[in-house]
């Protein structure tokens, strides 16, 4: 049901968050080489993937998992409750990615001197987050509009 206001929150909660498969999350200068935060991969300036890369598991399960709820959130537009409780999970799993790129600044990448810059995209999944709170209270507010008609019934 797209007409619903919760309904084009969380689609637009799953295109930002599927904005993030396709544009770096961070860049990281290690000695004179840069190499650009994926999803899934680091990768060299030229396109060469990092020989002794740490593990973007974490983050690739975290950004296929809120995709696949938020997805699954919107199909459950007839049962309201199950939808919140989705939505809250998803919501707290989303703001996990960018605390992931932060730990992976901060103690992933090891080198001598490794400085980092964070792109806009690392925190896309806030701006998710917010619609999918907002998303939360419309479903809220339309679990109480159909508890007070079945009253009135």
């Known amino acids: 049901m797209l007409q619903r206001k919760q309904t084009l929150f969380l689609l637009i909660a799953l295109i930002v968050n599927g904005l993030l498969l396709f ?25 060469a993937a990092m020989v002794d890369a740490p593990t973007l598991l974490p983050l690739t399960i975290l950004l296929f998992g809120t995709l696949a709820v938020t997805f699954i959130s919107i199909l459950m537009f007839k049962k309201r409750p199950l939808q ?3 939505s809250v999970f998803n919501a707290i799993f989303m703001l996990g990615i960018p605390i992931f790129v932060v730990y992976m600044k901060i103690w ?12 806009m995209w690392a925190f896309l999944p806030v701006i998710s987050t917010i619609c999918t709170f907002a998303a939360i209270k419309n479903i809220i507010k339309d679990e109480a509009l159909v508890k007070s008609l079945d009253r009135i019934r």
């Open 23 to 47: 544009f770096p999350l961070a860049e990281f200068l290690v000695g004179n080489e840069l190499y650009s935060m994926y999803y899934n991969k680091f990768v060299y300036q030229e396109g």
């Open 84 to 86: 919140i409780r989705l």
């Open 108 to 119: 992933g990448v090891s080198g001598e001197s490794v400085e980092s810059v964070f792109k």
